[in-house]
């Protein structure tokens, strides 16, 4: 498994959970520990920088229906990326100091490739979990994606009235407006 990691701003550490199920402080385990042990990998900070699972430490998801893999089972996700900053020296023996993102996904066949959806984001920082939601207006086209678009103006306005520069998230709905 590759993934990119645009930029982390401290020492972290990855760990890659299959069938992740969540338990107590936003602890994750799997709920197949015969099938793998989930190993802490560390991660430098930096720029544009690739993660790459070890070999060896993954799950052979031929074991593994399509319906198991691409649908959350409860509380279990078939796939947990738990990135977790290393806290600074003075920090470290601070009760609650950890901060991490949670990705929770699935695995979906596209074509004859297995890829990842993620599902669900979470953060979870001193001793609280957030969970992440889209903001619907943030457009994240690209000219592939939209015939004869003007990348200078693209998604800029009010989703509602498409004239006015959008500044306001409205909730409970989530979409980015002009006030």
Same mark, same amino acid.
């Given at each position: 498994m590759?993934?990119?990691v645009? %930029?982390?701003?401290? %020492?972290c550490?990855i760990?890659?959970?299959?069938?992740?199920?969540e338990?107590?402080?936003?602890?994750f385990?799997?709920v197949? @520990? =015969?099938l793998?042990?989930?190993?802490?990998? @560390?991660?430098?900070?930096?720029?544009?920088?690739k993660?790459?699972?070890t070999?060896?430490?993954?799950? +052979?998801?031929?074991f593994?229906?399509?319906?198991?893999l691409s649908n959350?089972?409860?509380?279990?996700? @078939?796939?947990?990326?738990?990135?977790?900053?290393?806290p600074?020296?003075?920090?470290?023996h601070q @009760?609650?100091?950890t901060?991490?993102q949670?990705t929770?996904?699935v695995?979906?066949?596209?074509?004859n +490739?297995?890829?990842?959806? $993620?599902?669900?984001?979470?953060?979870?920082?001193?001793?609280?979990k957030?969970?992440?939601?889209?903001?619907?207006?943030?457009?994240?086209s690209?000219e592939?994606?939209?015939? +004869?678009?003007?990348?200078?103006?693209?998604?800029?306005?009010? $989703?509602i009235?498409l004239? =006015?520069?959008? +500044?306001?998230a409205?909730?409970?709905c989530?979409? %980015?407006?002009?006030?």
């Amino acid at each position: 498994m590759e993934t990119i990691v645009k %930029l982390a701003l401290v %020492l972290c550490s990855i760990t890659i959970y299959y069938f992740g199920k969540e338990g107590k402080n936003c602890t994750f385990s799997s709920v197949y @520990p =015969e099938l793998q042990t989930p190993t802490k990998i @560390p991660f430098q900070k930096g720029l544009a920088q690739k993660f790459v699972q070890t070999s060896g430490s993954g799950v +052979d998801l031929g074991f593994f229906s399509l319906d198991e893999l691409s649908n959350p089972s409860g509380e279990v996700f @078939p796939l947990v990326v738990y990135a977790e900053a290393c806290p600074p020296p003075e920090e470290s023996h601070q @009760p609650n100091s950890t901060r991490a993102q949670i990705t929770l996904a699935v695995i979906e066949k596209h074509h004859n +490739d297995l890829r990842v959806k $993620v599902v669900k984001q979470m953060l979870w920082s001193d001793g609280e979990k957030y969970e992440l939601q889209e903001i619907y207006g943030i457009v994240n086209s690209t000219e592939a994606d939209v015939p +004869d678009a003007d990348d200078s103006d693209m998604g800029k306005e009010c $989703v509602i009235c498409l004239t =006015e520069p959008r +500044d306001t998230a409205v909730f409970p709905c989530r979409h %980015l407006v002009s006030t």
